[in-house]
């Protein structure tokens, strides 16, 4: 029983590994092909040799068979006349005979099914840094440049990349820093205007209960909350209904626990509705301003409501 290989902690069975061994022997192969290929075309000189002798190492690096992928399956001729003539040809060696000396050298050669190195495979092709980069080379080394100092260039370039990707996307939405500088309180300074001071124009600005406080521009505007009318729902009850009657013949405004106000108004302490203040707010007349005439038609319809229906009087009417 052929005994399971290890990758990176994982335990991989034989097929598992023979496929793993078959990917990377594909990519290798890919990656001479297109360098090769690379090279002819900028006119810098080859050396078909070395470029073989690789090919014909990868080509063996994995047993001949079938591999799946996804639903299909794809053969994999290993290492012989006909395979490496192929690679050579799609490598724009142009056609090669079976009989080639370079062919000949190479299968001599190869004696082992152990995939080379990347180091050796890129000081034998003499890869730089700038093919690597360019062609997308992950399987062979660079010669000018070991793996330490790719890494750190590489955390460069991601680091330069995220910086100007962020920045592109603040640009958009962030206010340049002078525009904010000439709008700041430490540059218009309002409170100056004011004759105050400025903790004290900052103190004034904070939000308190029941009063929102919005700056607008270098001017803090404050703006008072709506005071329910003095509408109420009462119920009829014989102690409540007692109750109403002193409380509306006196000239006091009505407040019971069950009061309600329309929506964007407050209430008053207790629960109750508040009406509005003495200070002779407009839209909000007190119930001290009624006559006798409505007094007396609230004291009508109060008679006139059955025991179950409540009774709703309205202290701003006027006759």
Not at 149 to 159: G, L, V
């Amino acid at each position: 029983m052929a005994r399971p290989r290890q990758a990176g902690g994982t335990v991989l069975s034989p097929a598992q590994h023979r496929r793993r061994v078959w990917v990377a022997a594909t990519r290798r192969r890919n990656e001479v092909i297109n360098l090769a290929r690379h090279r002819v075309s900028s006119g810098r000189p080859v050396d078909h040799g070395k470029f073989i002798f690789v090919l014909a190492q990868t080509l063996a690096s994995a047993p001949a068979g079938k591999y799946r992928i996804r639903n299909n399956f794809v053969t994999w001729h290993g290492l012989d006349r006909v395979s490496l003539a192929r690679a050579a040809y799609e490598a724009g060696f142009g056609q090669l005979g079976g009989d080639d000396p370079l062919f000949e050298r190479a299968l001599t050669k190869v004696s082992t099914a152990v995939a080379m190195g990347s180091d050796a495979a890129g000081r034998l092709l003499d890869v730089t840094a700038e093919e690597r980069d360019l062609l997308g080379i992950r399987t062979i080394d660079a010669t000018d440049e070991d793996r330490h100092e790719r890494e750190s260039r590489r955390r460069e370039e991601r680091k330069v990349r995220d910086r100007e990707r962020k920045r592109r996307a603040r640009a958009g939405t962030m206010t340049p820093r002078a525009e904010y500088l000439a709008k700041s309180l430490s540059a218009t300074k309002p409170w100056l205007a004011l004759g105050i001071s400025r903790r004290t124009y900052e103190r004034r600005n904070k939000s308190v209960a029941g009063v929102s406080a919005t700056t607008s521009g270098d001017v803090a505007s404050v703006s008072a909350p709506q005071v329910c009318p003095p509408t109420y729902i009462i119920n009829t009850s014989t102690d409540r209904l007692a109750s109403a009657s002193q409380e509306l013949l006196s000239g006091r405004p009505l407040s019971y626990d069950n009061a309600t106000c329309p929506p964007g108004t407050v209430k008053g302490a207790g629960g109750s509705a508040a009406p509005a203040s003495s200070s002779g707010s407009p839209g909000a007349p007190q119930s001290s301003d009624l006559s006798d005439e409505a007094r007396a038609e609230a004291r009508q319809q109060r008679d006139r409501a059955p025991d179950d229906q409540p009774i709703t009087s309205t202290a701003g009417e006027t006759s």
